[in-house]
């Protein structure tokens, strides 16, 4: 699911300079040009494993990027003649594959997602909750403080993650897409 994989490294790319020292002194306890931390912070350095496999990945970043705006592209195609995804309002996120590449897929549905994934997990299609209800359902957070969260609620409730990977084929989506509509068909009878 990492877009560009630094094993479990990770690094941030910024043009702001002000964000760049902030982030450079959270990644160093805290510290930056001396010895006294200036804020909160953590040892979050980057090892030269990972940062060798992160530069080996922005080698291939523009081979990387294609691949998925390609899926991205036949998704948009095979969800576009999908009758039930166009008359049912199936959503795929502002903006995806236009100008911007992920490395997964996620649709809203216009009905709960667990049942059109239990569906399509019948057809052999794995699919996956991204961010399953919200993080205020989880047992660590639940005792934190917080508002409503009509809207957590509702995408946690319809958003499926669909497959998405590197060797995904044209045909491979057009599948995913048959089985949706299968499936938003069967639960609207």
Request: hydrophobic letters at 45%; glycine letters at 10%.
């Amino acid at each position: 699911t990492k877009i560009l994989g630094a094993g479990e490294g990770g690094f941030v790319a910024t043009a702001d300079p002000e964000l760049r020292l902030r982030l450079v002194a959270c990644c160093n306890f805290g510290f930056l040009a001396t010895r006294s931390a200036i804020l909160p912070a953590l040892n979050a350095k980057m090892s030269e494993y990972h940062a060798a496999v992160a530069l080996a990945a922005l080698d291939a970043w523009p081979a990387t990027r294609a691949m998925h705006l390609r899926i991205a592209g036949w998704y948009q195609k095979a969800l576009g003649r999908c009758e039930i995804a166009r008359r049912e309002a199936v959503r795929l996120q502002p903006g995806y594959g236009n100008g911007w590449a992920t490395g997964t897929t996620s649709v809203v549905l216009p009905r709960p997602a667990e049942a059109v994934a239990r569906q399509l997990r019948h057809g052999g299609i794995d699919t996956r909750s991204w961010w399953g209800q919200g993080c205020h359902v989880q047992p660590a957070f639940a005792d934190c403080p917080r508002g409503q969260l009509p809207v957590t609620e509702e995408l946690g409730a319809s958003v499926l993650g669909l497959p998405h990977f590197p060797d995904m084929r044209e045909r491979d989506v057009a599948r995913v897409a048959g089985a949706l509509q299968a499936a938003l068909s069967s639960e609207s009878a």
